[in-house]
């Protein structure tokens, strides 16, 4: 498929294109275009191109292999919305796969992150695309949470700066879009959960990183499937008209989610919900009865067509860098930029002294036997084979990149799930590599048996003779995103499964050399077998170089360099309640490492946790005063080790305040030092994450706060300073 390059033919949408170029005001072209428009045109914005039933068909044989395009009207020119899905690439064609959100968080990187998403954005404009639905930021409340590879970790900070990051990348060739709004953290009860949450929890906690890339000029908004407070979020007028546009400004299209993301066509529109994606559904069939009827009204029609045009225009009209073609998508560099970020992305967790030296990096020169063990060795396991699933060309397993980068060795593969097998093979070795974790089977995506469930078949339009509706849910193709599948969904646990935690036993007991790499998106407890090994790193859904990138982490081509993007406690009772089959649910603003906080537990690894093959001492800490909502904090770090290595300083406030969290993150930035050197970074820090939502709007929580430059939070060799916060 050809790029989509606008056509050179004189269109009325060119014409108003090439006046706002040359200063003329958006505004007005929007209402000039507007008025060109007749009624059934305006109603076509407002949906997806393609109709139902064939759009289906389409979808079960594979998931959006093509552009799904909404909104284009030929006879104006109006080039429309064409998506793409993501986030950990192009889900259209074979491109790169990155590795997931989750891993690229656990980076601390934003400016791989841009990189990652002008890549992303390059290779869905090649081929076709201009309208990215990729830009995941909700807040995993829960780690059990099946899509939580999508996002970038449960602190709202990083996920708002890493969101950020992705929208800049992206938009340099295509509109970014942001999702799910709001409050979206479950999946198997996507379709029917009300989540009720105070306007201080969503504000503080829930909202602050959708404010961010709104602020950063995301193009579009994708609202969730769940209600809120007793809305559907793709109705919920209070979310959209309220916070986003009004509070925000955002100027922007609203987009549903695909196919259940409204339930009454009318009052979607109403709400301020611009577009029903991806086909010809609901609207197609109700709202001209509706605006006969009076329940909706030309006006509400008119303010969602103009914002989708204004969208088009805009988008249009800025500056993109230069038409990539086809030889971009899956090519040698973006392959390179996907083995990089999968390489940084990996965390050391326990790296112990084996026969007087840490285990890792491992010396190839003394490498003749290597063991790799478990299933997921061998297994092209790039993450959810839903809405996100990237289909590459070729997927680079932990087994071939230990192959290719260790060709004089003997490399033998245990792969069955039997520890005895485990044991022979690391017998002897000169190291034992196990490989565990999830694949799309135990996380991810979820559909359910949608033919038990009358109230969303029932807002499909009726099927036409000759569709098999119960064929078409069981699903076909290539794709987990067809109606019926029961793989995925929220994860039933947060351990390995058992016969993992005995192979990892026999491996250790067979040979005391042994490193475990985790497969996985989200916290895992690793209580139960983690004292039986000196070495365990989380290796991540990895992307297309994943077994590479984690070959050049064990051998030390690379420093051991991620750091976790959220906490793993020790006890699943240390979490909030989760009930996968949850109807109703209350969120608050006590999860993750705010939560451990409050309830004095340890957390087995902290937010912000990882080891590095060096050392490194935070000295000095120096602060600005506040400005607005930022301030400057000066960290001097010192490599205290023998080799090169990369660090993330983190900021945290210390706070003391009722009802509040003890410990939060104000700012991150990572840096390279060589052995011995020591340097000086400026970190901007945010106050934002200090501010109680209150009657009256946002107000400190405290008069002052402990600043902690620190390797994670609660590091108890921190350097801290205080802070004043001035009440307005």
Not at 191 to 199: G, R, S
Not at 667 to 692: D, M
Request: glycine share 10%; proline share 5%.
């Amino acid at each position: 498929m050809k790029g989509f390059v606008m056509s050179t033919k004189t269109t009325e949408f060119s014409r108003s294109l090439e006046r706002v170029k040359s200063g003329a005001e958006l505004a007005t072209e929007v209402d000039a275009l507007l008025a060109l428009l007749t009624d059934e045109e305006k109603l076509w914005l407002l949906d997806g191109d393609d109709e139902f039933w064939p759009g289906m068909g389409e979808m079960s044989a594979g998931y959006n292999m093509r552009p799904i395009i909404m909104g284009r009207v030929d006879r104006l020119g109006i080039p429309g919305l064409r998506f793409s899905d993501g986030p950990r690439g192009v889900v259209m064609g074979n491109s790169t796969a990155f590795p997931v959100a989750m891993a690229r968080g656990a980076t601390w990187d934003v400016d791989l992150e841009e990189r990652i998403g002008t890549a992303i954005g390059a290779e869905m404009r090649a081929q076709g695309a201009n309208f990215f639905g990729g830009v995941c930021i909700n807040l995993p409340r829960h780690p059990a949470w099946g899509r939580a590879q999508e996002t970038y970790g449960e602190d709202s900070l990083l996920l708002g700066e890493f969101g950020v990051a992705l929208t800049r990348g992206v938009r340099r060739h295509a509109m970014a879009v942001a999702k799910h709004y709001a409050l979206n953290s479950m999946e198997n009860a996507r379709f029917t959960i009300d989540v009720t949450a105070d306007d201080a929890t969503l504000h503080e906690v829930y909202l602050p990183h959708f404010r961010r890339v709104v602020e950063a000029g995301v193009d579009g908004i994708m609202t969730a499937y769940n209600s809120v407070n007793g809305e559907w979020a793709g109705e919920n007028e209070r979310l959209m008209e309220g916070i986003l546009r009004e509070e925000w400004g955002f100027a922007g299209v609203t987009v549903s989610d695909f196919i259940f993301g409204l339930r009454d066509a009318a009052k979607s529109l109403r709400a301020g919900l611009d577009v029903e994606e991806p086909f010809r559904q609901q609207r197609a069939g109700q709202l001209p009865a509706d605006l006969e009827a009076g329940r909706v009204v030309w006006s509400d029609v008119d303010r969602a067509a103009r914002r989708i045009l204004a969208t088009q225009l805009a988008f249009f009209a800025r500056p993109l860098d230069a038409e990539p073609g086809l030889e971009v998508v899956f090519s040698p560099e973006h392959r390179a930029l996907s083995r990089e970020a999968a390489a940084t992305a990996i965390v050391l967790l326990k790296n112990d002294d084996v026969n007087g030296a840490p285990l890792l990096p491992l010396n190839r020169e003394g490498l003749d036997r290597v063991a790799v063990i478990g299933r997921l060795a061998d297994l092209p396991n790039t993450g959810d084979g839903g809405s996100s699933n990237v289909r590459s060309p070729e997927v680079i397993t932990p087994l071939r990149g230990l192959q290719a980068a260790l060709p004089d060795a003997t490399v033998t593969f245990a792969g069955e799930d039997d520890p005895q097998a485990a044991a022979i093979a690391a017998a002897g070795a000169d190291v034992a590599i196990v490989v565990v974790g999830y694949t799309a089977a135990d996380e991810g995506e979820y559909m359910g048996d949608l033919t038990s469930q009358p109230e969303l078949l029932n807002l499909f339009p009726p099927a036409p003779e000759g569709v098999d509706l119960a064929a078409l849910m069981a699903g076909a193709g290539d794709s987990q995103h067809t109606m019926g599948t029961a793989l995925g969904g929220d994860r039933r646990s947060l351990r390995v499964r058992p016969v993992d935690a005995e192979i990892i036993r026999a491996t250790a007991a067979a040979n005391p050399r042994t490193v475990v790499v985790i497969v996985t998106a989200g916290a895992v407890i690793t209580e139960e077998w983690r004292d039986a090994v000196p070495a365990v790193l989380v290796g991540w859904y990895s992307g297309s170089e994943g077994g590479t990138a984690l070959a050049d982490v064990i051998l030390g081509e690379r420093d051991a360099t991620g750091r976790l993007p959220y906490s793993i406690p020790t006890s699943e009772d240390h979490l909030p309640p989760f009930d996968i089959d949850a109807a109703a649910i209350t969120y608050d603003r006590w999860h993750g490492q705010r939560l451990l906080d409050r309830d004095g537990h340890q957390a087995a690894f902290p937010l912000g946790f990882g080891m590095s093959y060096t050392s490194f001492d935070i000295e000095t800490i120096e602060l600005g005063d506040v400005d607005g909502e930022e301030f400057s904090a000066f960290v001097t770090v010192r490599n205290t080790g023998k080799r090169p290595g990369r660090h993330v300083v983190q900021l945290y406030a210390a706070v003391e305040a009722p009802d509040f969290p003890q410990r939060v993150l104000v700012g991150f930035a990572p840096l390279t030092l060589e052995a011995g050197k020591t340097r000086t970074v400026r970190l901007a820090g945010s106050t934002r994450p200090l501010q109680r939502w209150t009657d009256a709007g946002f107000a400190p929580a405290a008069d002052s706060v402990r600043i902690e430059a620190a390797a994670y939070s609660g590091d108890h060799d921190a350097v801290s300073a205080g802070l004043h916060l001035a009440r307005s």
